[in-house]
Structure formats: structure tokens, C-alpha cells
């Protein structure tokens, strides 16, 4: 084979290993048992028995492939490993114990031990104390070179103009430590110290050893004085805070230093015949234990593409389109573990159970009832902390907003369906949201109801703006009243501001009407797509008078109409959420500039329904958390918007997030704006309905009890089954009051059978 990788099918005969981590090792021994007859140089600056970090985990899954690919190193591995089934949470001096999670460890020097002398025993030249050559270098005089040179790869930056690497730092300070003893289980302890909170990660890794990192936000880090303590006084601090869990012992370094977090991404994996795996290619928080193990993964998958490939560019093209996928829902889980970890102060005062459950469902990978499998002794017991009556899973536990009880904590999340005629609803109104009525949610939101003409999207945008369209609204809540009693049916009222006068979302979403396009108007005269949109009206005084009279009469028609609840609709770049976002807003008199003067608009709306819409009944304001766009709204301007909207008599806040400008570039992913609702919910105490791909009855039940939001909202799955809730109470085998099946529909309740179910079961069982 030549060095751009093509010609002989057997595979690249010269490779060049830099870096000899776990990945790098266990790439070229692989390399090699698989073809003996190939020369593997690796290359490693550092002696053989220095390390960095003390223990390494690896699950059952890696385990399981390293003993498909090279029995011999699984047997040397199954010697070492320390195995612990128990995760303690220490908090307030308390500790909470969950059980069943299965993790198996060893020491890091003896992980590199075993694949050192496997990579001697087959052949593999390692060159310790050695600089390797530069990447370019050797890809001319070898077949294939592997770039296993960790976080701070000097292949991935020499030819980053082709790997395409964005590198995010983080908000923690966090160092390896060691004690020499082995804890029982896993440990996280919280320390509340007079500088912020600190918390302890800890666990075996041999008989007599334990690895211990210590964690903490940079402010809190400056605070105590680590910034400029002695490694060795750092230390002994550290051993001092977390004087319990060491049970007096001191702890140890090895060149351990205070690090910053770095998230590594990279556009491409491979260029040329270089390729990335392990932390060269991508990087994940530790606190999912996920490092080694992606590495060691990594080089099992590249090894089996270059076994399987008729050439080099085929297996590295196969090899990043098999891990990416993977890779990238890792790095989604540790985003979301460590964002927790940043944000531990704001759960500080959880109860002990809950906040228990919250750590440990943080990256979303386990769920209440992936938890419950492991262990049920310890959920049940969160669930009474949070007050299931009963056999209820959490989502049918009821929640009272000022004198409107909700019977369950799912809402059908409002939904444009751009099939009104003059603002009116139809029949299409009727048997959509009376279906998901039926269907068992707590709580059934309409679509954005326009407070004028003009304040429309599209032309099949319902209003509430004369008596016609009052009345059929009525007609609505007649119907889900009166079929589905105990269902509570929400309106949303809003302006399209900038973004109307657009076709139906088929037809071209966010595209101007061919014909028929009414003025728009808005904070400031930004078109929503420059060249594209049209450029709307500045509101004056008077604009900004009629505007706020316009809620006001929608508000006074949603009374008579009998809705239950109200919803201020502040996000998505429509009139009010552009007032809030610096992006759109670039006013200069009082309703400008500051975040204070770009609420006061929005909060003088909220204020004149408010006074309008019955005290007993509650009213919700929806906010974009964020925009997703540089110089927009950010998580932290979100918890001001939140507290001033509930200053003013905000029941709840349902935090949404983005679409208020175009440009935006959203972290897409499960439950991926749950995040914002949460910070808001557990910063100011206060109720928050959570929205964005929540998609499963577990992940609902995961977040109320783990006290990340109060209700959740879904879309999209109540397109896909307008009786969502009662299935999910169905499939959990739960027949209460928080989920009553219409009489008509009761016979329908269980599981239809499907195939035979007929066949004689064995009676007899021979030896």
C-alpha cells in the first residue's frame, strides 16, 4: 500500500502511532494481531510508567468488545478490574444510596502496563522518551498514521485548517487526586464552604486506592485561594474540605495541577492517511467516565474498518461514519453532566432524595425508570419525598396555579395549525384540540391566538379580535369541558410583530404572502430575513397603546369564552419576544437599550391582562431562554426576564428557546431546552413548564422528579398520538385519577393483543 492508501487490499503495511495512551496502545496492538506482517512504530514523549490520573473506567460494553477483539488483553484487564455496584450521595451530611449501576475500574499505569507488553509481545516498536515527528512527516513515509496525541494534539492544530477542531472551555476548575485506600462505592460529596460550593468525585480503583477529583466554579476556586496556593498546600486544603469522605487520610498528586474542562470537536477525523481517535478527535466531561472508554473504542472500530475496507479512504471515511454518530450522543450527555455540575449551587436546597435522583439523571442516560430497574427501594422513596401518591408515577400527581387544579403534569403545547378563515376556528379546531383533550392531558394549550389582523402570521392564523371568533372558541371549550371533564384547555394570545404577513407553513415558511401582505410592525425596523422580509414599522407612543389595548380585549373575550388558564406569548421573535432580545430591539428611548427597559414594554402588557384576567385563574408567560445567536438573549437574561414577569404575577414561566432570528444554531438534541427551565425553576423557586424534544413518558417522569420543571410540554408526539397521555398511562400500568379514560374509549384502554398467543408452553425440562 502507498502512503495516500490505495493498492494492496490487505490494509496499510507501514502505520505510525503518536501518543501512547490507551487509545494509541490499543490501536496499534490491534493493528498488528490483525495483520503480523505490518510494521507499527508508536511514538510516545513520555517514560513508560509515567501517567496522568489514577483509575479508569470502563463499561461492560467496551469489556465486551475488547474480549471479541483480543481475548488476551480482556483476561490481563479481568485480573485487575475493581467492580462496585453502589453510588453514595453525601449531602448535608446525609447519604443517599442508589445500588445496581455496575462499574468496573483499574489503575491507569496498569491499563498502560497490559497493552504495553501486549504491544511487545506482538511486535510494535514503542519508542518511549521520544518526540514524534510531525504528522506531515510521516504520513510521506507511511501507510497510515494515527493521531492518539490526546486534548492538546499537535496533529489536530498543525493541520486544523482540515480537521476543522472548535475547542470550548468551561466554567470548573476541577484536579486528579488520589487516597490511598478504596472506597466503598462510588462517592459524590458536596462541600458548602464560605467561599461556594465544592463538590468530590471518588472511586476505587484497586484494592487499596481511590481516585478523587475535586470540582468547583472558577469564582468559588479564586475564592478559597486556590489560585495561588502550592500544589502541595492546594492539597492538603482539599483534604481538609472533604475531611470525612478521606476519613482523615491525606491525599496525593501525581503533577496533579488545577484544570479547566475542554470540550474538543472536530469537522473531520482524518486527512489524507492521518486520522484522529481518543481525545485528539473529541473529548467528553469526566463525570460520565466516558474518556478512556471512547478511545479504546475508537481504535476497535478504526482496526475493524481497515479490516473490512477495500482501501484506506473507504475505512476512514467508514470508521468516522460508524463512531461519529456515538461520539456525538456522549458528548450531548456529558454537555449536560457537566452544565449540572456547573450549576450544582442552584440545587443546593433540594431535598436530599431529590437532589440524590437529580445527580443522577443528569446527562438524561438514566431515567426514572432505567432507575427504577436498578434500584426500586431507592425511587420509591424519592417518589414519596415528592409526594406520588401511591403506585403514580410522577407525571399524574396533580399541580395547583392559583385555583385551577391540573390532574396530571402533561400539556399539549401550543401548536400552529394555519387552518383558520378569517381568524375564526373551524372544525379542524374542534376536533384537534378536543382530541387531545380526550386523549388525557392535564393541560391543552391552542395555538398562538392573534390579538389583531394585522398581528397574524399567516392568513390561516387563528384570533381572538371579534365576537365571530370569541364564539367559536367558545364552542372549543364547551366540547373539552363537557367530553372531557377534569381537562383544562389554555390560550395563548400573541402578536406576529416582525415575522407576519407570511404564507402557511407549507407553502413556505417565513416567506412573504405572493399578494394580500399587510403592514408589520415591531420594537425596531429590522426585517426578519434581510433582502427577504418585509421591513416593519418602529411602534410609537400611539403603536404601542393600540398594541397593548388589543391584548386587552383578547383577554376579556378568552373570559367569556370559559378558557382556564392564559398564556403571555414573549418568545419565538413575534412582537413582545422582540422587544426582549437585544438582537431585535435596538430602540433608544425608554423601551431600549437595558434589559429593564426592554422588558417594560412586555411587562405593561402582562400587567393590563393581568388586572383583566379572572384572580382565580392563572396566567403563564412563554420566553425564548436564548437565542442561539451571539449577542442575543442569554440563560442568564432569562432569570431576570423569568423573575420581573413573576415579580408581576407570573403563575409559571414555560420556557421555550431560539427563533427569533434567523441565524440562530441550536444545540439540538433530546430534551435540549430543558436545561434553561431548569436553571430558572431552580434559581428563583419558582414553577416552570419545560418544552423542546422531550419525546418519552420517562424522560416527563425524569424531570419532575429529579425538580427540573413543574409540567412538561409536547408537540410533536401529540401529532403522532393525540391520546399520548393516556398510553403512557397504559403502558404504565396506572389506572387513577390522574388519567380517567373517556367512557366511550374505556374499552380500549389495555393493549390490543397482536399475534398468536396460543402456543403450548413448555411443561418439562430434561437434563
Known amino acids: 500500500m502507498t502512503a495516500s492508501g490505495t493498492g494492496d487490499p490487505a490494509g496499510p503495511h507501514r502505520i505510525a502511532v503518536i501518543g501512547g495512551g490507551p487509545g494509541g496502545l490499543y490501536a496499534a496492538a490491534l493493528l498488528k494481531r490483525l495483520g503480523p506482517e505490518r510494521e507499527i512504530t508508536l511514538w510516545e514523549r513520555n517514560a513508560p510508567d509515567d501517567t496522568f490520573g489514577f483509575g479508569v473506567v470502563l463499561s461492560d460494553e467496551t469489556l465486551g468488545g475488547i474480549e471479541h477483539a483480543d481475548p488476551t488483553v480482556h483476561r490481563a484487564l479481568q485480573k485487575e478490574f475493581v467492580r462496585w455496584d453502589d453510588i453514595d450521595i453525601v449531602h448535608r451530611g446525609q447519604t443517599q444510596t442508589s445500588g445496581g449501576h455496575g462499574f468496573a475500574a483499574l489503575g491507569r499505569r496498569r491499563l498502560l502496563e497490559i497493552l504495553h507488553e501486549r504491544c511487545a509481545s506482538l511486535g510494535v516498536r514503542l519508542r518511549f522518551r521520544t518526540q514524534a515527528p510531525p504528522a506531515a512527516e510521516l504520513a510521506a513515509s507511511h501507510d497510515l498514521v494515527i493521531a492518539a496525541d490526546g486534548v492538546h494534539s499537535a496533529t489536530r492544530e498543525a493541520h486544523a485548517d482540515s480537521f476543522g477542531p472548535r475547542v470550548s472551555d468551561h466554567r470548573c476548575r476541577y484536579i486528579w487526586l488520589a487516597a490511598d485506600f478504596a472506597l466503598d462505592a462510588f462517592r459524590f460529596e458536596t462541600a458548602e464552604t464560605a467561599y461556594g460550593v465544592m463538590q468530590l468525585h471518588g472511586y476505587p480503583f484497586s484494592p487499596d486506592a481511590s481516585t478523587v477529583i475535586v470540582e468547583m466554579r472558577e469564582e468559588v476556586w479564586r475564592a478559597a485561594g486556590f489560585d495561588t496556593c502550592e500544589p502541595a498546600e492546594s492539597i492538603r486544603h482539599c483534604a481538609t474540605i472533604f475531611d470525612a469522605a478521606l476519613g482523615g487520610r491525606p491525599l496525593r498528586s501525581n503533577n ?21 481517535i481518543g481525545d485528539a478527535a473529541h473529548t467528553a466531561h469526566f463525570s460520565i467516565g466516558s474518556g478512556t472508554k471512547l478511545a479504546v473504542e475508537d481504535a476497535l472500530a478504526l482496526a475493524a474498518c481497515i479490516e473490512e475496507q477495500p482501501g484506506l479512504p473507504e475505512a476512514l471515511a467508514a470508521y468516522e461514519s460508524e463512531r ?100 375564526v376556528p373551524g372544525d379542524f379546531h374542534l376536533v384537534h384540540l378536543g382530541a387531545r383533550a380526550l386523549g388525557g392531558a392535564g393541560l391543552v394549550m391552542t395555538e398562538m391566538v392573534c390579538v389583531s389582523p394585522e398581528g397574524r402570521i399567516t392568513p390561516g392564523c387563528t384570533g381572538l379580535y371579534n365576537e365571530q371568533q370569541a364564539a367559536a372558541w367558545n364552542r372549543v371549550t364547551d366540547f373539552v369541558h ?47 430575513a434581510p433582502g427577504v422580509s ?117 403563575d409559571a414561566i414555560d420556557v421555550s428557546t431560539g427563533q427569533v432570528v434567523p441565524g440562530e444554531r441550536p444545540e439540538f438534541g433530546r430534551s435540549y431546552q430543558t436545561p434553561y427551565a431548569d436553571r430558572i425553576r431552580n434559581t428563583l423557586c419558582v414553577p416552570v413548564i419545560a418544552v423542546g424534544a422531550i419525546s418519552s413518558w420517562d424522560d416527563v417522569n425524569s424531570l419532575l422528579l429529579a425538580g427540573r420543571a413543574d409540567l412538561c410540554a409536547l408537540a410533536r408526539p401529540h401529532l403522532y398520538d393525540p391520546h ?36 403450548p408452553k413448555p411443561r418439562l425440562t430434561l437434563g
Open 256 to 276: 496533579s495541577s488545577w484544570l479547566t474542562f475542554s470540550t474538543v470537536v472536530n469537522a473531520h477525523w482524518s486527512h489524507g492517511n492521518t486520522v484522529l
Open 724 to 759: 399520548w397521555t393516556l398510553h403512557a398511562a397504559a403502558e404504565q400500568g396506572y389506572p387513577g385519577p390522574g388519567a380517567p379514560w373517556p367512557l366511550p374509549y374505556r374499552a380500549g384502554s389495555r393493549t390490543p393483543p397482536a399475534g398468536r398467543t396460543d402456543a
Open 534 to 650: 418585509q421591513v416593519p414599522h418602529a411602534l410609537d407612543r400611539a403603536g404601542l397603546d393600540a398594541v397593548r389595548g388589543q391584548f386587552a380585549d383578547a383577554a376579556r373575550r378568552a373570559d367569556t369564552c370559559g378558557f382556564d388558564l392564559l398564556e403571555l406569548h414573549c418568545a419565538h421573535g413575534y412582537l413582545l419576544s422582540g422587544f426582549l432580545s437585544p438582537l431585535t430591539n435596538r430602540r433608544t428611548d425608554r423601551y431600549g437599550g437595558s434589559l429593564e427597559n426592554r422588558l417594560r414594554f412586555p411587562l405593561e402588557v402582562f400587567d393590563t391582562v393581568r388586572e383583566l384576567w379572572p384572580q382565580d385563574r392563572p396566567m403563564t408567560v412563554r420566553i425564548s431562554a436564548t437565542d442561539w445567536a451571539e449577542g442575543g438573549t442569554t440563560a442568564e437574561d432569562a432569570v431576570e426576564i423569568a423573575r420581573a414577569f413573576v415579580a408581576h404575577g407570573a
Open 482 to 528: 363537557t367530553a372531557s371533564p377534569g381537562t383544562a384547555i389554555g390560550v395563548q394570545l400573541g402578536h406576529s410583530g416582525r415575522k407576519g404577513s407570511t404564507k402557511l407553513m407549507w407553502d413556505g415558511i417565513d416567506q412573504p404572502l405572493d399578494a394580500g401582505n399587510w403592514p408589520l410592525s415591531a420594537a425596531s425596523p429590522i426585517p426578519y
Open 324 to 423: 461519529r454518530p456515538v461520539v456525538e450522543s456522549t458528548q450531548r450527555a456529558a454537555a449536560a453532566s457537566l452544565r449540572w455540575f456547573e450549576e450544582l449551587g442552584t440545587y443546593i436546597d433540594q431535598p436530599p432524595r431529590q437532589f440524590a435522583f437529580n445527580l443522577l439523571t443528569r446527562s438524561r442516560r438514566v431515567t426514572h425508570d432505567n432507575l427504577r430497574m436498578r434500584d426500586s427501594s431507592f425511587t420509591a422513596a424519592v417518589e414519596e419525598e415528592f409526594g406520588c401518591p401511591p403506585g403514580t408515577p410522577p407525571m399524574f400527581t396533580p399541580l395547583r396555579l392559583r385555583g385551577l387544579e391540573l390532574r396530571n403534569r402533561v400539556v399539549v403545547s401550543p401548536m400552529d395549525m394555519y387552518s383558520a378563515t378569517d381568524g
